[in-house]
């Protein structure tokens, strides 16, 4: 009977010690390899404007009868595309700056915070804003490049994919380099 008891408490203090709480794992994400880039030039007779973007990029023109000058430079390892558009400056300057941070701001719905750094090069006269938009919005980052004079052009970052700030950080600060890198390589055309 002793031997009973005995073999009972040692079951009940083994099932007792072997229980744990559960505590599920968080979500986990792909490791994303980055590669080394290089950066060339985007420079064409036909277009008014002229800057480095990185070789694993691909440029996309976008041609169009109103929007002749419009590209993408596409990032399709990562399903990435960065929208450039561009517009001829025509006495229109603020009207055309206005609508440039009103798409920008149209992401306060999902946005915790919105960025803006700017960029002036009196130099080479151009002159933009980087906007960096933080939290689960569909375009993390976009800019603005402009002489004030004659050209004007907009880029928005946007990724094929449902929008997840933790898992596309890595890839969008990769991409944000890229985009600074276009920023300070951008040159406008004299107008003839």
């Not at 008891?5 to 744990?20: D, N, R, V």
């Not at 440029?59 to 993408?72: R, V």
């Not at 390892?77 to 055309?96: A, H, L, M, T």
């Not at 006269?125 to 933080?134: A, F, H, S, T």
Request: one cysteine or more.
């Amino acid at each position: 009977m002793r031997t009973k008891i005995c073999f009972m408490l040692i079951l009940m203090a083994l099932s007792l010690s072997g229980c744990e709480s559960y505590t599920p794992k968080p979500i986990g994400y792909f490791r994303i390899e980055l590669p080394e880039k290089k950066y060339v030039t985007f420079e064409s007779e036909d277009y008014p404007y002229s800057f480095e973007y990185a070789d694993v990029a691909k440029i996309q023109e976008k041609k169009s009868k109103d929007d002749p000058y419009w590209i993408d430079v596409v990032y399709p390892d990562f399903r990435g595309r960065i929208y450039c558009s561009y517009k001829k400056v025509d006495g229109n300057f603020q009207e055309i700056s206005e609508d440039s941070r009103s798409f920008v701001y149209k992401h306060t719905v999902k946005a915790d915070n919105i960025t803006e750094q700017p960029y002036v090069d009196e130099e080479r006269k151009v002159y933009g804003m980087l906007y960096e938009l933080q939290g689960n919005t569909a375009s993390a980052v976009q800019f603005v490049l402009t002489d004030s004079v004659n050209h004007f052009f907009r880029g928005a970052l946007y990724f094929n994919t449902v929008p997840n700030q933790d898992s596309l950080a890595p890839v969008v600060e990769y991409v944000k380099e890229d985009i600074i890198h276009l920023v300070e390589t951008m040159r406008f055309k004299a107008v003839r």
